[in-house]
């Protein structure tokens, strides 16, 4: 199922992890309902610093209904990086980058590989 939109709570949820986490960047996978994203999956293992976060692909459980992935770049431009490019090839469709200073329009939306794509952004 394609993913068109996100739950205003769940990107409220992204933008806060974003702000509490700074100066440390954050990344999650993103759970889907209908082609909505209505759940973050903290994955464990996970590392992260204030330049990276390395989420392994291993640790996520069988028959989740994935969507993407979420993280932050703490400073810095809502843009993939070329390790971005890398995690967001390895899963789901659609991949959401917070950022300083974490208001609702500080974040960007992208596909697999890297294109910045619409997402609408709904009250569930």
Request: net charge negative; charged share 20%; glycine share 8%.
């Amino acid at each position: 199922m394609l993913v068109h939109a996100i739950d205003r709570e769940v990107l409220d949820l992204l933008l806060e992890m974003g702000k509490s986490n700074f100066p440390d960047e954050f990344i999650v996978m993103l759970g889907m309902e209908k082609g909505v994203i209505t759940t973050v999956y903290p994955i464990a293992g996970t590392t992260v610093t204030s330049d990276s976060a390395t989420i392994f692909m291993e640790m996520i459980p069988l028959g989740m209904q994935i969507a993407g992935t979420a993280h932050c770049h703490p400073r810095g431009a809502l843009w993939p990086s070329d390790a971005d490019l890398q995690i967001f090839s390895e899963s789901g469709q659609c991949h959401i980058i917070v950022g300083d200073p974490f208001e609702v329009d500080s974040w960007r939306c992208f596909d697999r590989e890297g294109y910045e794509r619409p997402l609408e952004v709904v009250t569930a």
